[in-house]
């Protein structure tokens, strides 16, 4: 997969912004607060629809702007495809697909895969297990467009119910609902649980091999998945799980009535990440933390070429000058193939890499 071209309309601090990318590697240098960052959340966010660090789209406008626009043209599958986003601030968005327009996000899924690796994904290590569940949606969505729809259809179900949790003392006729709900939860929670299993799985195949080389085999990383606890078999089928996800939720109804709050589902799954057989969160070390979450970054982008075929674009965003130089030799030895985009404060970090093209960004312009 390769971005071949990116345009930008008030997008974040670019006014405007037109380049033409290399198939192999892309440097984009400049000093911090340029805009380095936002042309890699521009070209991630074609491939989802979401960012990394914006909670709502109309984050990424430029301020005193209405509307922003990002349009990617991209070779994927043996073809052509024009990707176009229309963030309107106070009116959603508009997505199109070669002049298109899509329903959902997730028609979407496959067309450009990117893996985006920062400094903030540390937080996968070290922070609650929001971040981990972030990470593995924001993978598996661009894998299978039913797990998005299934994720979003969960997330909606999941406002309305903790709204009733919530009113209900003072609106009890809103409980004669509940049912209804818990069910179209488990339903579709069931196909969330299923596919983050088989991921996991997947991930557990690839991220401690490559934790291993990175530490010289010195250190073993171990994955695991928490979820509801009546299951015993996530990678089941949605099917045999359903009665199992209803079952934990009787179990938790009245602690739901009594502390107002969704106690049940795979909105509280984790991501357990140990290292030497200690929890990562707990006891890691900055370096062993970066090196596992890199790992991790890295074992989603093979499991990206194995699905697709092809390898999906990589955006790391000022990585290599948090390593040292046997960590940056080994980051760029295992990068080989696909495209790659990597910011970063001074031109000379293209050293090491064959080939491809630099660009410096000052000020939310090329320079």
Request: with cysteine.
């Amino acid at each position: 997969m390769i971005v071949k071209r990116l345009e930008l309309d008030f997008f974040r601090n670019y006014a405007h912004l037109e380049a033409e990318f290399d198939s192999r590697v892309n440097l984009i240098y400049g000093d911090n607060a340029q805009g380095k960052t936002n042309l890699l959340e521009a070209i991630a966010y074609l491939s989802a629809a979401r960012s990394h660090r914006a909670r709502w789209d109309r984050e990424m406008i430029m301020l005193d702007v209405d509307s922003a626009f990002v349009k990617g043209e991209v070779f994927s599958r043996d073809r052509d495809f024009t990707l176009e986003a229309k963030l309107f601030r106070g009116r959603g968005r508009q997505l199109f697909s070669n002049g298109v327009k899509l329903k959902t996000a997730g028609e979407l899924a496959g067309i450009l895969n990117t893996v985006l690796f920062c400094p903030e994904d540390l937080s996968l290590i070290k922070a609650g297990a929001v971040e981990r569940r972030k990470f593995l949606d924001g993978a598996i969505c661009q894998l299978r467009p039913r797990y998005a729809q299934a994720l979003t259809e969960y997330n909606r179900l999941y406002d309305h119910k903790t709204r009733i949790l919530r009113d209900w003392t003072e609106r009890p006729d809103l409980l004669q609902t509940l049912d209804d709900f818990n069910l179209r939860m488990a339903q579709t929670g069931a196909i969330v649980i299923h596919y983050r299993a088989h991921f996991i799985k997947r991930l557990r195949e690839h991220a401690p091999v490559i934790h291993a080389d990175f530490s010289g085999g010195r250190e073993g990383l171990e994955l695991g998945y928490k979820t509801v606890s009546t299951i015993t078999d996530p990678q089941a089928q949605p099917r045999e799980l359903l009665p199992l996800l209803l079952e934990h939720q009787e179990k938790h109804r009245q602690a739901e009535l009594d502390s107002r709050q969704c106690l049940s589902g795979p909105h509280k799954d984790d991501l357990a990440v140990s290292i030497g057989g200690q929890s990562a969160k707990t006891y890691a070390s900055q370096g062993q933390t970066r090196t596992a979450a890199l790992s991790l970054k890295l074992a989603q982008r093979e499991i990206f070429q194995e699905e697709t075929g092809e390898w999906p674009v990589l955006l790391l965003d000022d990585v290599l000058s948090e390593l040292d130089s046997k960590r940056q030799a080994f980051v760029l030895n295992r990068i080989r193939g696909g495209q790659v985009f990597i910011t970063c404060c001074e031109e000379e970090k293209l050293e090491g890499l064959e080939g491809g093209k630099a660009f410096h960004i000052h000020d939310g312009r090329l320079m």
